[in-house]
T-cell receptor, first 115, second 112 residues
Framework: DVKVTQSSRYLVKRTGEKVFLECVQD?????MFWYRQDPGLGLRLIYF???????EKGDIPEGYSVSREKKERFSLILESASTNQTSMYLC??????????????FGEGSRLTVL | QKEVEQNSGPLSVPEGAIASLNCTYSDRGSQSFFWYRQYSGKSPELIMSIYSNGDKEDGRFTAQLNKASQYVSLLIRDSQPSDSATYLCAVVPGAGSYQLTFGKGTKLSVIP
């Protein structure tokens, strides 16, 4: 069974803390994505990666960075967490080929609360 | 800014009826189109993909694409209470793009 696993389902952090969200996929997918989902705003792309060590900014990269040292692992980093980063974070992966880029497999999500 | 628009709903249909969900997109060069279903408190899951004009059927689901009108729809036949969820339309803007743009979703309620 294909799987995208996010390291933490629920996190509570304080303003200014550094936060790591990790995501691992076992499908040998080239593409990996980090989205955040907020009520009324939908899914917004933070960063994506189409290959190891490659990264591209999405629509809302400010305040975030990412790391992809291995094909199966994509990490999202909040250098200094702020209350407006309280959200549901979703990791996803997909194949590289043609339209399958858009056939995303999502992890279960990480709900981050910043106090 | 590439946009994908959906009616937020809620859309309520009686059990056994056809539910019709609609989506428009702004980028005329868009190549690939997807419908995701998201149950409350869960992650989105892919239910349909469509790449060429016309209809694509999979069980009770039919996706319809009209590139000239920049319109994609999802029909759910014989709707069941278990179909109650938010349906997200998503578009890959063009060839060579990796970035999927999502609509904000339509909430569907199927009334027993």
């Amino acid at each position: 069974d294909v799987k995208v696993t996010q390291s933490s389902r629920y996190l509570v952090k304080r303003t200014g803390e550094k936060v790591f969200l990790e995501c691992v996929q076992d499908m040998d997918h080239e593409n990996m994505f980090w989205y955040r989902q907020d009520p009324g705003l939908g899914l917004r792309l933070i960063y994506f990666s189409y290959d190891v060590k490659m990264k591209e900014k999405g629509d809302i990269p400010e305040g975030y960075s990412v790391s992809r040292e291995k094909k199966e692992r994509f990490s999202l980093i909040l250098e200094s967490a702020s209350t407006n980063q309280t959200s549901m974070y979703l990791c996803a992966s997909s194949l590289h080929e043609g339209g399958m880029v858009g056939e995303l497999f999502f992890g279960e999500g990480s709900r981050l609360t910043v106090l | 800014q590439k946009e994908v628009e959906q009616n937020s709903g809620p859309l309520s249909v009686p059990e056994g009826a056809i539910a019709s969900l609609n989506c428009t997109y702004s980028d005329r060069g868009s190549q690939s189109f997807f419908w995701y279903r998201q149950y409350s408190g869960k992650s989105p899951e892919l239910i349909m993909s469509i790449y060429s004009n016309g209809d694509k059927e999979d069980g009770r689901f039919t996706a319809q694409l009209n590139k000239a009108s920049q319109y994609v729809s999802l029909l759910i036949r014989d709707s069941q209470p278990s179909d109650s969820a938010t349906y997200l339309c998503a578009v890959v803007p063009g060839a060579g793009s990796y970035q999927l743009t999502f609509g904000k979703g339509t909430k569907l309620s199927v009334i027993p």
